[in-house]
T-cell receptor, first 114, second 113 residues
Framework: AQSVAQPEDQVNVAEGNPLTVKCTYS??????LFWYVQYPNRGLQFLLK??????LVKGSYGFEAEFNKSQTSFHLKKPSALVSDSALYFC????????????FGAGTRLFVKA | KAGVTQTPRYLIKTRGQQVTLSCSPISGHRSVSWYQQTPGQGLQFLFEYFSETQRNKGNFPGRFSGRQFSNSRSEMNVSTLELGDSALYLC????????????FGEGSWLTVV
């Protein structure tokens, strides 16, 4: 079965410190991987994606993610966290199961403390 | 360029009623997908439409249905509402069926009482 796992329900980090939100995936074939962020009472906003090419992908708001094929991971990172980064983060993979769909992880809530 | 627009944003329905939610995709986008978000189940895929045809469907009962019009706008319908249908319903669009990035609307909050 094709799936995405976010092993941490919550990540706490101090403002100014680096942050990592973890994601692992299980898909057949080459993965199309994504990160989205959701602020309270809002829809999901696209942050970044990996399709092919360089394993380090840069996205919006200073976020980046590293694709690691051997570890089947796609962790989200930011060198210096901001309080405004506090939100719910979703990792996702787009698959073709006779029709396309995007499968989301359970989400990781990020708290950045001032 | 306007984003994905969902209406209504908030609604309250009674058990047994039905509800129709609307989604207008980003201009030029032809693929629309729907997701249900609940605290317990997270984001669950409902269905995806392209060129007025349902291309993929998630594991939801037949009470959940949808359609897409020739202008790519989409509607989803839930009949015989149950309390457990209370959720945020999110619509997303992408340029084409295989188009990889999907862009979300703000969602429709449905409360069933």
């Amino acid at each position: 079965a094709q799936s995405v796992a976010q092993p941490e329900d919550q990540v706490n980090v101090a403002e100014g410190n680096p942050l990592t939100v973890k994601c692992t995936y299980s898909v057949s074939g080459n993965p199309y991987l994504f990160w989205y962020v959701q602020y309270p009472n809002r829809g999901l906003q696209f942050l970044l994606k990996y399709i092919t090419g360089d394993n380090l992908v840069k996205g919006s708001y200073g976020f980046e993610a590293e694709f690691n094929k051997s570890q089947t991971s796609f962790h989200l990172k930011k060198p210096s966290a901001l309080v405004s980064d506090s939100a719910l983060y979703f990792c996702a993979v787009r698959v073709n199961t006779g029709g396309f769909k995007t499968i989301f992880g359970a989400g990781t809530r990020l708290f950045v403390k001032a | 360029k306007a984003g994905v627009t969902q209406t209504p944003r908030y609604l309250i329905k009674t058990r047994g009623q039905q509800v129709t939610l609307s989604c207008s995709p980003i201009s030029g986008h032809r693929s629309v997908s729907w997701y249900q978000q609940t605290p317990g189940q997270g984001l669950q895929f409902l269905f995806e439409y392209f060129s007025e045809t349902q291309r993929n469907k998630g594991n939801f009962p037949g009470r959940f249905s949808g359609r897409q019009f020739s202008n790519s706008r989409s509607e989803m319908n839930v009949s015989t509402l149950e309390l457990g249908d209370s959720a945020l319903y999110l619509c997303a669009s992408s340029p084409w069926q295989g188009g990889n990035t999907i862009y979300f609307g703000e969602g429709s909050w449905l409360t069933v009482v």
